[in-house]
Antibody
Framework: EVHLLESGGELVQPGGSLRLSCAAS????????MSWVRQAPGKGLEWVSV????????YYADSVKGRFTISRDNSKNTLYVQMDSLRAEDTAVYYC??????????????WGQGTLVTVSS | DIVMTQSPLSQPVTPGEPASISCRSS???????????LDWYLQKPGQSPQLLIY???NRASGVPDRFTGSGSGTEFTLKIRRVEAEDVGVYYC?????????FGQGTRLEIK
């Protein structure tokens, strides 16, 4: 059974940094791309970033480009996102999601339960 | 970026009655391989999103057959044959053709 467990969300001040993790199990982690998707309070879904199965390809939403860095450790079955220069508008629940294949496009077939990031002074 | 537009944004439905949600994309979602890269997700209250239908019309594992997806190009529809109480939540369409993937605004299905 596929299981994705995010962690690392907390209250952080504007301009601060945070690293989120997503521990994966139940599938061959390195064979699938992985994405981060966020949801601001009371709002819809916004895709944030994606990384291919090998880690060689990464893409970012314009809203986070240059501030967020996605990475993965296939030996630990774990996905990360390093978030720097955080802004109030980054406040959201962050979900990790498994892509349906090894690339950076396609269906998000499994989602974690999410972790809340709050950016506020 | 491809813009996804859903309608209606809210749909009250009587249990046992059908429901339909429309999703329109600003560009064709038809890939050269012949597939339209359009997915539907359901976010039930207090839960994370879950895949409902992929590639327009394929139900994800465990999804009841009362859910049906159709469409091609830029016009897509999700239909629920007979709504049940457990179907309440927000439905999102998402284009998976290009990066960045983009979602519709969401359609809130509620029981009358």
């Amino acid at each position: 059974e596929v299981h994705l467990l995010e962690s690392g969300g907390e209250l952080v001040q504007p301009g601060g940094s945070l690293r989120l993790s997503c521990a994966a199990s139940g599938f061959t982690f390195s064979s699938y791309g992985m994405s981060w998707v966020r949801q601001a309070p009371g709002k819809g879904l916004e895709w944030v970033s994606v990384i291919s199965g090998s880690g060689g390809d990464t893409y970012y939403a314009d809203s986070v480009k240059g501030r967020f860095t996605i990475s993965r450790d296939n030996s630990k079955n774990t996905l990360y996102v390093q978030m720097d220069s955080l802004r109030a508008e980054d406040t959201a629940v962050y979900y990790c999601a498994k892509q349906s294949d090894i690339g950076v496009t396609g269906t998000l077939d499994y989602w974690g339960q999410g972790t809340l990031v709050t950016v506020s002074s | 970026d491809i813009v996804m537009t859903q309608s209606p944004l809210s749909q009250p439905v009587t249990p046992g009655e059908p429901a339909s949600i429309s999703c329109r994309s600003s560009q064709s979602l038809l890939h050269g391989n012949g597939y339209n890269y359009l997915d539907w997700y359901l976010q039930k209250p207090g839960q994370s999103p879950q895949l409902l239908i992929y590639l327009v019309s394929n139900r994800a594992s465990g999804v009841p057959d009362r859910f049906t997806g159709s469409g091609s190009g830029t016009e897509f529809t999700l239909k629920i044959r007979r709504v049940e109480a457990e179907d309440v939540g927000v439905y999102y369409c998402m284009q998976a053709l290009q990066t960045p993937p983009t979602f519709g605004q969401g359609t809130r299905l509620e029981i009358k």
